[in-house]
């Protein structure tokens, strides 16, 4: 038995027509939607409905994730600019000119999320410069999660139209 063969028979190693392609898809974008600044969704509605313990937990953990977000960005902000400007330009120069499928698939899936991660930091800084009340840190977390999930609807139509025209063009110049 060839174990290569086996392998890539069970793992097609065509991403658009692979069914764990679209799940991986998914499962990102309903985290990305549901984990805001690093804060869980859950944790946001719970403090606006009981209160008391659950809205000083959700300040304190913003707080922390802020910090968190922003010192990262501030040493290491350079770098890390760097490094996704590169890998995102080899993918797109693999994926588009060089036709290498898993590198579109691969930048279809996370080019969207560093335009997220960009929100996050940009809360981070907003909230950073005011007093964290529940009010203040509910509207900013609400409105990262709506921008997070119009820039996922967005990203999951491009990605499924050129996953659509891909197994299309591959399809038919497979016959």
Known sequence: MDWYATIFEIIDMRSFSNLWFWIVLAVVWSSASHWVMGVPYDLLVRARRI????????????????????YIVDISGAVIFALTSFVFSGLAVMGFYYHVEFAQAVFLLLFPMTIVALINVSMARRLQQQEMTLEIVSKALTRSRLYTQIIGMFAILVTSLWGMYQNFSIGVLGW
């Open 51 to 70: 209160g008391g313990q659950a809205e000083i937990d959700l300040l304190d953990i913003v707080r922390i994730n802020a910090n968190r977000i922003l």
